[in-house]
């Protein structure tokens, strides 16, 4: 069920229409949130419903298990694991992996062709599978008792606002916070509204218009040659993909926080990092944070010599890269993020560059600029056609101004403007300017009472009347 679709609206009306009656009670609390997940996620395919099933109840009763009997706990561990990651791989990764072998054979000369299993991706597998493992883990870790109550685990497990797209909220926050009910205040109501109506402005009027002129762009029988076309292409990529995943989150954040729960932040401004390292700390949050506490520090993160710490910052960028999708541009564009990483580590130019005048801009423009260049791997169908779109990016041959107007349109424009406007509004800082304290003159009203009710409502009509070509979230996918 799309968030962007009106199943999901009568579904949310449905839902909260009976959510005042239905949350006073735990057990009544919990079961209610399972079973209208449950009716959300199935409302795609319900027979998934039974991997998330059987991934919770891996991960459920191994926990329990890790408590109750001391000495199985490493290896109720590895079951864990080995049933999390062994689901992934397979819907995932099995297809790829057999390409690869197919490819292999063929290299060598041996007739050999193992066929594809074309195994249905389940949509969401990737977050719910992480979210799941990390109960675990963090139960053998002493941090998080485990809970007893199956509803209050699927409860926090298959959450329905981030089940498939994130953020990926770990059991020590949520947990206890499904234990209690918790009436919302005004103040908290207004501020899921204001989320929510900016999350749907992000999607369905930014990052949906900018989706078919770079769908065309990149799916173009002959790739266009003039080298400002594909930057501005990319542009427009960055700004989709990142409207596009913030949008969801925004709304699963602002869902949860009509329901009386608090998710994480997921994106907090990453374009205006100066350093790729600040860039991972501001993009998808949860899950770089995930990989940092289950993967890079326990493979012994920075606290080890310089080689090996590199060889953890790799081994994580790579699986993040994985993470993504099972194709090599993924890993290239992990290893690309590698790269910089490294660069940044060995010759500390960041901060050298941001002591100088003007240096902390200048910075931002060049990660920026770096960012634009790994997210050509993400896109590109193939290793090829990205090969060749950097190419034309940095031959810097020149086209008619007009004709590459006409090839983006002029709504795509307007879409980059705005973001690039309210991104800026962040970068300067004028969102610290104390706005509540200013009060009209003649009545002592605070501006902001009147201000910001004007702005949610002109970003709820342009939703209706501004908005691109309906389409399922691009990490959907992932």
């Not at 109840?57 to 062994?86: C, E, P, Q, T, Y």
């Not at 266009?224 to 989709?240: D, R």
């Not at 990142?242 to 907090?268: E, H, Q, T």
Request: overall charge positive; aromatic content about 18%.
């Amino acid at each position: 069920m799309l968030f962007n679709s009106l199943d999901f609206a009568l579904f949310i009306v449905l839902f909260f229409c009976l959510w005042p009656l239905l949350r006073q009670r735990k057990n009544l609390r919990w079961g209610y949130l399972v079973v209208a997940s449950s009716v959300f996620y199935g409302w795609w395919d319900w027979r998934f419903l039974f991997l998330i099933l059987a991934s919770g109840l891996i991960d459920f009763l191994a926990a329990l298990i890790m408590v109750r009997f001391h000495r199985l706990r490493k290896v109720m561990l590895v079951g864990s694991i080995v049933g999390n990651i062994g689901s992934l791989a397979v819907f995932k990764y099995l297809d790829f992996c057999i390409g690869n072998v197919n490819w292999l054979f063929e290299a060598f000369g041996i007739d050999c062709n193992v066929h594809h299993a074309s195994l249905i991706l389940p949509i969401g597998i990737s977050f719910y599978t992480f979210q799941s493992l990390s109960y675990t883990v963090d139960v053998y870790r002493g941090q998080l008792k485990p809970t007893r109550n199956p509803l209050h685990f699927f409860a926090y497990l298959a959450m329905f606002p981030q089940l498939v797209a994130g953020p990926i909220v770990r059991a020590k926050d949520l947990l206890p916070q499904l234990e209690n009910t918790h009436s919302t205040t005004e103040q908290q109501r207004w501020d899921a509204l204001r989320l929510i109506a900016w999350g749907y402005f992000k999607k369905m009027v930014i990052a949906d218009s900018l989706a078919p002129i770079v769908n065309l762009a990149f799916s173009a029988n002959t790739l266009s040659p003039v080298s400002a076309y594909w930057w501005m292409i990319i542009t427009m990529f960055a700004l989709q993909i990142y409207c596009d995943f913030s949008g969801y989150s925004d709304i699963a954040r602002g869902l949860a926080k009509w329901m009386g729960y608090d998710f994480p932040v997921n994106f907090n401004h990453p374009y205006l990092a100066r350093s790729l390292r600040d860039f991972w700390g501001r993009w998808h949050i949860s899950l770089s944070t995930w990989f940092q506490d289950y993967v890079y520090i326990p493979l012994g993160g920075s606290r080890c010599r310089r080689p090996r710490a590199e060889w953890n910052m790799w081994i994580t960028m790579l699986l993040s890269g994985l993470w993504h999708g099972a194709a090599w541009n993924f890993l290239i564009w992990g290893g690309w993020h590698a790269v910089i990483l490294s660069l940044e580590r060995l010759t500390d130019w960041p901060r050298r560059l941001g002591s100088l005048r003007f240096g902390r801009h200048i910075a931002a423009v060049l990660v920026f600029g770096l960012v634009l260049i790994g997210w050509v791997f993400f896109r590109a169908e193939s290793f090829g056609q990205a090969v060749t779109i950097l190419r034309t990016m940095f031959s810097f041959t020149a086209g008619r101004s007009n004709w590459i107007a006409e090839q983006l349109g002029a709504k795509s424009l307007l879409c980059m403007a705005i973001m690039i406007i309210s991104e800026l509004y962040f970068y300067v800082g004028f969102d610290r300017l104390p706005l509540d304290d200013i009060r009209l003159p003649w009545s002592g009203i605070r501006i902001s009472r009147i201000a910001q009710p004007i702005a949610v409502a002109f970003i709820l009509t342009m939703c209706i009347f501004m908005r691109g070509q309906g389409s399922t979230f691009i990490y959907f996918r992932f």
